[in-house]
């Protein structure tokens, strides 16, 4: 599996590609922004974009969806719960003063459980509210993109609206802190983590916070 990482927009969003090495097909994580660089990398690479996933519907994570749509004929999928929050996001981002760009609709609505399947590699769909209550994180080939539910020796804020600390907290410790502690985390802000680090560092799993 080979995985590239661009840390785009003014929110510095991690958008991944994660590509089947045997077929070049690849899957799109959070194009947050920067959806021309997004492209230049899948056209020098040669990569074939078979699906687009939205880990949450906030507005620093979704804004270059409507161009590599456009571009790339690209499927996008989401879980159906942060529905509402993509359908305001250019309106959230305008509020900050950054550009607003209207997302695609989903045409594929992704629950706890699903699998994708990317060429020769297949991830599962973990359903984590608590940041948004569609966040979700993707698992397999030994490795979690976890979006904004947790960071390297951080976890995602629960301050805004659909947000909810204990869900968020409950989440973490029940589905993804049991997984193998050399999974190595890709979250959707910073470095990279694994969970055997953060279940020994993180102050908001280990009770000092």
């Not at 879980?79 to 309106?91: N, Q, T, Y």
């Not at 900050?96 to 760009?101: K, M, N, Q, R, S």
């Not at 890709?186 to 000092?208: A, V």
């Amino acid at each position: 599996m080979m995985i590239k990482a661009l840390a785009v927009g003014p929110l510095q969003v991690n958008c991944y590609l994660v590509v089947c090495p045997q077929t070049r097909k690849t899957l799109i994580v959070d194009p947050g922004d920067e959806g021309e660089r997004i492209l230049e990398v899948l056209e020098q690479e040669k990569l074939q974009p078979e699906l687009l996933v939205n880990t949450h519907g906030h507005f620093d994570h979704v804004g270059a969806n409507s161009l590599l749509i456009e571009k790339t004929g690209v499927a996008l999928a989401m879980h159906r719960e942060d529905l509402p929050l993509l359908k305001v996001a250019a309106r959230h981002a305008a509020s900050y003063g950054l550009p607003a760009v209207e997302s695609p609709l989903p045409t594929r609505y992704l629950a706890n459980g699903d699998l994708i399947e990317i060429g020769s590699l297949s991830f599962e769909v973990i359903h984590t509210p608590g940041h948004s209550p569609g966040g979700i994180c993707l698992y397999g080939e030994g490795h979690l993109f976890s979006g904004d539910t947790l960071f390297a020796g951080s976890i995602g804020r629960t301050d805004l609206p659909g947000g909810n600390l204990e869900q968020l907290l409950s989440h973490i410790r029940s589905q993804l802190l049991v997984l193998p502690e050399a999974t190595v985390v890709h979250p959707g802000h910073g470095p990279d983590s694994s969970i055997g680090r953060e279940k020994t560092i993180n102050p908001f799993l280990n009770g000092d916070y």
